[in-house]
């Protein structure tokens, strides 16, 4: 079984930074395609980015430019990079696995942004 944790959510104003983490348990992080998600009130979740074992990476419009999902395997660890935060990317945030038609997913983690 898989577990996933993400680290790094909170509050941040308008214009600011974050890096979201996710730390993945078990032995075949290296080949999984690793996802963000995020899910704001009242709205449907959302993919954010995604990148696979490869290395290839693919993001929503609405965070094209401002934020960079990356991974390391020897830490078996995925990042989500944040910049130019936005009030509208206010959201509780969800890492994924995904391997061998199995999906994962992380607790979550929340992202508030002032205005």
């Known amino acids: 079984q898989v577990q996933l944790v993400e680290s790094g959510g909170g509050l941040v104003q308008a214009g600011g930074s974050l890096r979201l983490s996710c730390v993945a348990s078990?032995?075949?992080?290296?080949?999984?395609?690793m996802g963000w998600y995020r899910q704001a009130p009242g709205k449907q979740r959302e993919l954010v980015a995604v990148i696979t074992s490869g290395g290839s990476t693919n993001y929503a419009d609405s965070v094209k430019g401002r934020f960079t999902i990356s991974r390391d395997n020897a830490k078996n660890t995925a990042y989500l990079e944040m910049t130019s935060l936005k009030p509208e990317d206010t959201a509780v945030y969800y890492c994924t696995l995904g391997v061998a038609f199995e999906n994962y997913w992380g607790q979550g983690t929340q992202v508030t942004v002032s205005s």
């Open positions: 078990g032995s075949i992080f290296s080949i999984a395609t």
